[in-house]
């Protein structure tokens, strides 16, 4: 009888051990998931978008050292994983209608895009500015063949000319406000386009489809190598601000903003044809602001 009551008394001790050891296997499984699904619901996933500019398979190409970089700071300063993916839209309305909607987190706009977005949704946010050799500004130009009689913008009158893409800050904004300046609207023109990119006006002034168009300084000088075309009028235009979406957490605004503006690789800066990022405010684009009201009249 007593060794049974001890063999009873053993098998207790070992099976509360064996339950004891399960427990713990299972409290930490339970840790093991919970950590895990943390970890997963604090992952910060952002949205960055761009217009196209070029073929989808060029624009991830230039934007995926970026997307790299901006991954690893952010999630350096958070301290919380981000994933940051890239959303290239066909057009610069998808692009703007995003930002409006809340759709996508961040994008690269041009200063009318940026505008245009403000004046749909004013709580967008700006995270900082290009700068291109310590400048932010640069030059539009409004360009005509070598060797065009057109001398002026007011010369123009009773002639053709191409626009770029209709939301484009060079290409119609503040082309169109230049032109008024100097008396030239839309009944002096016999006929105008939207062409929809720099390098395709160019092309139209050269083949003589166009007598002047409007396009960015850039494009005239990698374009015109052999002085086929020549400069009529310039025009002083703001580089591209960065813009966050209404509602981002201030946070990741902060680590987003931050990233930017400490960016120091002048491989990836060279991709964007900038020197570094800068920081900036909406006043900065009143000058845009408006030329864009003003061409309007146009």
Known sequence: MLIHLVWMALSILMLENIMRKVCLILLSLLLSISISSANEFNEVHLKFGVYQSDKASEMHRKFNPLITYLSTEVSRTLDTSTAVSLKIYRSYKGANDALVAGDIDFVRFGPASYILAQQKQENIQLLAMEEKKGKTKFNGLIVVLK???????????????????????????????????????????????????????????????????????????????NNQLRVLHSFENITKPWIAREGLEPKVFDALSQALINLSDTKILKLYKVSSFVPTNSENYQYVRDSMQRSKLF
């Open 147 to 225: 060797d065009s009689p057109i001398k002026k913008l007011s010369d123009l009158a009773g002639h053709s000319f191409a626009f770029g893409n209709e939301n484009s800050t060079i290409g119609r904004y503040l082309a169109q406000s230049e032109l008024l300046k100097a008396g030239i609207d839309s009944s002096s023109i016999i006929k105008s386009e939207f062409l929809g990119r720099h390098d395709k006006v160019f092309k139209a002034v050269e083949l003589g489809d166009y007598d002047a168009g409007s396009l960015k300084e850039s494009t005239f000088k990698k374009m015109n190598i």
